[in-house]
């Protein structure tokens, strides 16, 4: 079993930066493909990134945070980051990492909640001025 713990959310002003980090225990993630979703409230999760299993060379952007964010691994430190710059008021939700063995993660390819099997609990992000 996969336990994650998400961390760095906060309030920032709009056009400014955050980096999330997503933990991982029980198991190593070299072996799992990771991804970031996020909830607004009244909308569904939506899968914003994901990277490989291993190097992590492969990834996946939605066009939402497409050239803003940057999915990143250290699997030394069994940890996951996503890096946001440029963030706008749009990108308010709650932001999950998810991890799957499973999954292949390829550009071109959407990732949906339902591709994966362990969740963290949330780190909330609140972009406003």
């Known amino acids: 079993q996969v336990q994650l713990v998400e961390s760095g959310g906060g309030l920032v002003q709009p056009g400014g930066s955050l980096r999330l980090s997503c933990a991982g225990s029980?198991?190593?993630?070299?072996?799992?493909?990771m991804a970031w979703f996020r909830q607004a409230p009244g909308k569904e999760r939506e899968g914003i990134s994901c990277?490989?299993?291993?190097?992590?060379?492969?990834?996946y952007y939605s066009d939402s945070v497409k050239g803003r964010f940057t999915i990143s691994r250290d699997n030394a430190k069994n940890t996951v980051y996503l890096q946001m710059n440029n963030l706008r008021p749009e990108d308010t939700a709650v932001y999950f990492c998810?991890?799957?063995?499973?999954?292949?993660?390829?550009?071109?390819?959407?990732?949906?909640?339902?591709?994966?099997?362990?969740w963290g609990q949330g780190t909330q992000v609140n972009v406003s001025s």
């Open positions: 998810a991890a799957d063995s499973d999954l292949y993660c390829d550009s071109g390819q959407a990732v949906t909640a339902l591709d994966f099997h362990f």
């Open positions: 029980g198991s190593t993630l070299d072996y799992h493909a």
């Open positions: 990277i490989n299993r291993s190097d992590g060379r492969s990834t």
